[in-house]
């Protein structure tokens, strides 16, 4: 059974950090893109962050980008994202996602991914 769980959410205040994790079972992950997104209550889901299989190409949402970094471990079958200078409006659920066609380009949308996870919560006081 594939799963991909993600880990290392909380509370933290603004301008501090937090490393979210994304650990992927039931399948070897290394020939995957995985992504990033967040839904914020009474908000769409909205991309976050996506890295290919390779690791070659990474690609951020504008909101995040220079702040936020998404470092994959092909060993680990484990994605994560590196979250810097957190700010109130970065308060979401986060979900991470498993792109299996095998391509090297990241999408940007939800239709992209094939497997999610459960989600874990990031909370920005300001």
């Known amino acids: 059974q594939v799963q991909l769980v993600e880990s290392g959410g909380g509370l933290v205040q603004a301008g501090g950090s937090l490393r979210l994790s994304c650990a992927a079972s039931g399948r070897t992950f290394r020939r995957d893109t995985m992504a990033w997104f967040r839904q914020a209550p009474g908000k769409e889901r909205e991309f976050v962050a996506a890295?290919?299989?390779?690791?070659?190409?990474?690609v951020y949402a504008a909101s995040v980008e220079g702040r936020f970094t998404i470092p994959r471990d092909n060993a680990k079958n484990m994605v994560t994202l590196q979250m810097n200078s957190l700010q109130p409006e970065d308060t979401a659920l986060y979900y991470c996602?498993?792109?299996?066609?095998?391509?090297?380009?990241?999408?940007?949308?939800?239709?992209?991914?094939?497997?999610w996870g459960q989600g874990t919560q990031v909370t920005v006081s300001s």
């Open positions: 890295v290919s299989w390779s690791g070659g190409r990474r």
């Open positions: 996602a498993a792109d299996i066609s095998g391509s090297d380009y990241p999408g940007r949308s939800g239709y992209d991914y094939d497997f």
